[in-house]
């Protein structure tokens, strides 16, 4: 027994629980400090998940031999450093002037002549030998347009009492309403593209001289969701039809709970194999809402570690679920700080398979050359990582509270479903296309915050899963919303899916209908 222990008068067991209590007190500090790295990198630090530098020897070291990748010009370094933010200057071609402003025939043109004092005062003694021009952009506030129609009232000459004949009123998308077609479209896509509220847009009006209530904004924007709901029906069939889904969910306010409190709702964003979403919404996040918007879906499910879509996929036994390799990536980045040699090994590794993604992309591989492709160059990695993983796990000093631990753990509970893709062509590598989209719901949150009711909530999954998938079809959303409002009323409804963005645009896009003030 120390001096220490004399003077403190502990006894063996005592002594034991302290040095229990400290070690606890160590692991929680830890804690505390990687959370607080975190919140600071996510307010003032690089949000960018991509590795600027990829130690390729990392790699090479574990599986050498015939199934390493051959590169098609020599090595010069081990190190492949990628700048982010240094890019090269972008050729002007067809730049009007040396300013870089470029614009297309449809862009209206004011042309301003400036006067020449000297021409002005003696023409006769100066001779035009040229012009030089100037371009400047310029904005007008937002252009609002009054469309007056005028119907003559007539009345026959030649007959007694006749009653006054005049012309139909122009039809309109919506009944008694002012608004047209045009606004409407607008009105939808200044909110869920442009992220602009109604009250700013309705701001936007006064400014321009024209009075109406917020309210009538409110009704314009419910009347033609419903409009546009069977379309979404229809839009939602089609995805369920896709022999691989990539499913995620995201949160959303709604409704009043209490005072001063909102209710939390999900958004289950669901994606395609023929680049079409839906954003469908729940006041849950539980498993039964994947049974209910699912079904009994059979092919490849693609997803994060979120275990509902694991006992989603083993109760029905007809779906075979994915694992994301982006979302089982994260947990790596956030033990660089604690734990930098051995997380930046993991991460290494996962990079090389998506430079062997980058080079399927490139060689525009697809069905067997694509599977091929990956069993020869992939399946290496995948094996070398998860026997990696498997030794970082017998580490002694290697807590259950560190962050690398934690990253261990969640990939090596989801090895079978983090293989799939090796097995399956068509399967991604991750969700990131998914997420891509779900990044205008998490910009609209940022301007509208939330959504008053439930039906409100419904309305923006709506709306937004056709403006999305008109972008991802290369259809512009307004030039679609024109037409389908126009036409959705009158079209038979047994043929509604020939108005969903993807076979709209084989169908209608070469002649859309426009609106009268385009005529």
Not at 222 to 228: F, G, S, T, V, W
Not at 287 to 311: C, K, M, N, P, W
């Amino acid at each position: 027994m120390n001096y220490e222990e004399q003077s403190l008068n502990l006894s063996p067991s005592e002594i034991a629980q302290l040095l229990r209590d400290n070690a606890d007190l160590q692991e929680q500090i830890a804690s505390v400090k990687s959370q607080l790295d975190w919140f600071k990198r996510q307010i003032f630090g690089r949000k960018s998940e991509k590795l600027t530098e990829i130690d390729t020897s990392v790699i090479d070291d574990m599986f050498a031999g015939p199934n390493q990748v051959e590169n098609d010009e020599a090595k010069q370094e081990e190190t492949i450093t990628v700048h982010e933010h240094t890019r090269k200057k972008k050729k002007t071609e067809g730049t009007p002037d040396d300013s870089g402003l470029r614009f297309g025939p449809d862009v209206p043109v004011q042309e301003i002549e400036m006067l020449c004092p000297e021409l002005e005062a003696d023409p006769e003694g100066y001779e035009v030998i040229g012009t030089k021009v100037t371009y400047r952009l310029a904005q007008r506030t937002a252009a609002f347009v009054i469309l007056k129609y005028t119907r003559k009232i007539i009345k026959p000459k030649q007959v007694a009492n006749a009653k006054p004949i005049t012309p139909p009123a122009p039809a309109n998308v919506l009944d008694k309403s002012f608004a047209d077609v045009s606004f409407v479209a607008g009105l939808l896509i200044d909110k869920f593209d442009y992220h602009l509220p109604l009250y700013r847009q309705h701001r936007r009006l006064l400014q321009t001289g024209i009075t109406l209530s917020r309210s009538t904004l409110t009704n314009i924007f419910y009347k033609a969701i419903l409009l546009l709901e069977p379309i979404f029906d229809a839009l939602f069939r089609s995805v369920l039809l896709s022999k691989i889904l990539a499913m995620d969910e995201t949160p959303i306010k709604y409704s009043r709970k209490t005072k001063g409190k909102m209710k939390t709702g999900y958004y289950w964003p669901i994606f395609g194999d023929n680049n079409e979403i839906v954003f469908c919404f729940s006041p849950s996040r539980a498993t039964r809402v994947i049974h209910e918007l699912l079904g009994d879906f059979s092919g490849t499910l693609v997803t994060d570690g979120y275990t509902a879509y694991e006992r989603y996929s083993n109760k029905m036994g007809t779906a075979t679920r994915s694992q994301c390799w982006s979302h089982a990536r994260r947990p790596f980045d956030k033990a660089l700080k604690m734990e930098p040699n051995d997380a930046k090994q993991g991460l290494q590794m996962i990079a090389a398979l998506y430079q062997h993604e980058g080079r399927i992309a490139e060689l525009k591989l697809s069905g067997d050359d694509k599977l091929a492709y990956r069993q020869e160059y992939s399946k290496p990695i995948v094996d070398a990582f998860f026997d990696w993983i498997k030794t970082q796990r017998q580490r002694q000093d290697l807590v259950n509270s560190n962050p690398l631990s934690k990253a261990l753990v969640y990939a090596q509970n989801r090895e079978r479903a983090m293989r799939v893709f090796l097995d399956d062509p068509d399967v991604p590598l991750d969700t990131n296309h998914l997420e891509r989209q779900i990044r205008y719901i998490a910009m609209g949150k940022k301007s509208w915050l939330f959504c008053w009711s439930e039906v409100g909530a419904k309305q923006v999954g709506i709306i937004q899963s056709l403006i999305c998938s008109c972008k991802l079809q290369g259809v512009d959303p307004t030039t679609y919303l024109i037409d389908v409002l126009q036409s959705v009323a009158t079209h038979p409804a047994s043929q509604v899916d020939d108005l969903i963005p993807r076979n709209w645009k084989q169908k209608f896009a070469d002649n859309p209908m426009k609106s009268d003030l385009d005529q």
